[in-house]
């Protein structure tokens, strides 16, 4: 079946600097993959949707500026945390989609710490 | 961002109960997907549902895509210890397309006391 590979699994940094996870399809070329947040105890709330060569489309309330993504290639997504402060501190979930298919495949998520 | 109702907010039940949750929209969808996650996991697609009033298992799982396409309930029978975990409804309005994005519930936890 089809993986999403995501890493790092746990990161911690400083504040004021940037952070970048990754998201792979391993086993299928993703044109599409989606980034969602998710706090303690608390629902996914998606953030961007990455479409391959092209620019993400971000949801409402979500910076453009402050969470970079780039998905240069069909197996690969990126997330850059920019400048993070300990309010960005949550848990990062990717999940990818073969075209014309209709299965999401969740990656494990990012756990992200900031101090 | 947009969500699902999703209830219940919790359930504690002894193992063999059964179990119901339910999701709800005030927009309709065209496909429902129910989603167990584990602590510091993503989540897993349990059961996917594509047609109005369809009626999908898989092993103890049952779940139902409503006939007004605004909500889906998910059955668990026999629960066992591992299904504790957190249950997501998520649903997915756009039809047809490769960039449709799913909309996920408040979610359910349960809780199986051995």
């Known amino acids: 079946g089809a993986v999403v590979s995501q890493h790092p699994s746990r990161v911690i940094c400083k504040s004021g600097t940037s952070v970048k996870i990754e998201c792979r399809s391993l086993d299928f070329q993703a044109t599409t993959m989606f980034w969602y947040r998710q706090f303690p105890k608390k629902s996914l709330m998606l953030m961007a949707t990455?479409?391959?060569?092209?620019?993400?489309?971000?949801e409402q309330g979500v910076e453009k500026d402050k969470f970079l993504i780039n998905h240069a290639s069909l197996t690969l997504s990126t997330l850059t945390v920019t400048s993070a402060h300990p309010e960005d501190s949550s848990f990062y979930i990717c999940?990818?989609?073969?075209?014309?298919?209709?299965?999401?495949?969740f990656g494990s998520g990012t756990r992200l710490t900031v101090v | 961002g947009q969500q699902l109702n999703q209830s219940p907010q919790s359930m504690f039940i002894q193992e063999g109960e059964d179990v119901s949750m339910n999701c709800t929209s005030s927009s309709i969808f065209n496909t429902w997907l129910w989603y167990k996650q584990d602590p510091g996991e993503g989540p897993v697609l349990l059961i996917a549902l594509y047609k109005a009033g369809e009626l999908t298992s898989n092993g103890r799982l049952t779940a139902q895509f409503g006939t007004t396409r605004k909500d889906s309930f998910l059955n668990i029978s026999a629960s066992i210890p591992s299904d504790v975990g957190i249950y997501f409804c998520?649903?997915?309005?756009?039809?047809?397309?490769?960039?449709?994005?799913?909309?996920f519930g408040t979610g359910t936890l349960l809780a199986v006391q051995p």
């Open positions: 999940s990818a989609r073969v075209a014309r298919d209709y299965g999401y495949t």
């Open positions: 998520a649903g997915q309005s756009d039809y047809g397309g490769a960039t449709n994005k799913l909309i």
């Open positions: 990455s479409n391959e060569g092209s620019k993400a489309t971000y």
